[in-house]
């Protein structure tokens, strides 16, 4: 018989950003991301996380059809919350969107959206994208405040930022985990499924994927820094083993 307080699946996400990162740092068309989202699709990645920034630094417009037309598994565009990308998420509708907070000049995401200080700006946003049938996630820190705002804008899906408990040795490391533990179970319990990103490596996702209320880990940069050296199915492979064997 199963145990019913085993832990579910736990999805990884493949953040291809950095594929497009390089491609663009010659400006030409390799290495094409797309040939990232095969090699992920064909190798135990669950899902394409692809973050559109509005200076368009990595992912491009046209790259979002291709990634779509390239594979059957489910994207998750990573928008900021402007008119511009909720436009280009209705068009191209895509499995999940992921709203982050984006600044110009920073160079990743630092910290989570403020969804409790931001909650009239993200109410049309979220309502236009859940009516289009878009699994709406809030990139937000481990913080109750933070995930009350979510269940008030009526977010499906929270993803909790790691980088803080990915930056952090020790105790305080420790504690932060308590801290995203103690949130995920608290977003099941509102009916919110919880999410898990940013920062993680082989060190580090096995507390994180121990978590057994996770549903879903987002993981791009390190993986695509592992692949220069071992090749991008090697370093999927790895983490997926390193997920499973924390469950
Ligand atoms: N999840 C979200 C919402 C992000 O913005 C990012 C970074 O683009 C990631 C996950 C992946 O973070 P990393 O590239 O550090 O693995």
Redesign the pocket.
Known sequence: MSDPAAPGPLRL?V?I??VATIRNARGGDHPDPVRAVEIVSACGGDGI?A?LREDRRHIRDEDLARIQAATDLPLNL?MAATDEMLAIALRHQPHAA?I?PEKREER??EGGLDAAGQHNRLVPIVSRLNDAGIRV?L?IEPDERQLEAARLLGAPVV?F?T?EY?NLTGDAQAAELRKIAAMSALAVDMGIEP?A????TYENVQPIAAIPQLAEL???????GEAIFTGLEASVRRMRDLMDAAR
Do not use: K, Q, R
Not at 197 to 200: A, D, R, S
Not at 218 to 224: V, W
């Open positions: 996400g953040n950003d950095h996380t973050h990573e992921c982050v990743t995401t996630s990139f993803e930022h980088g990915a999410h990103g940013h920062g993680l987002n993981i791009g940069h390190y993986l695509i």
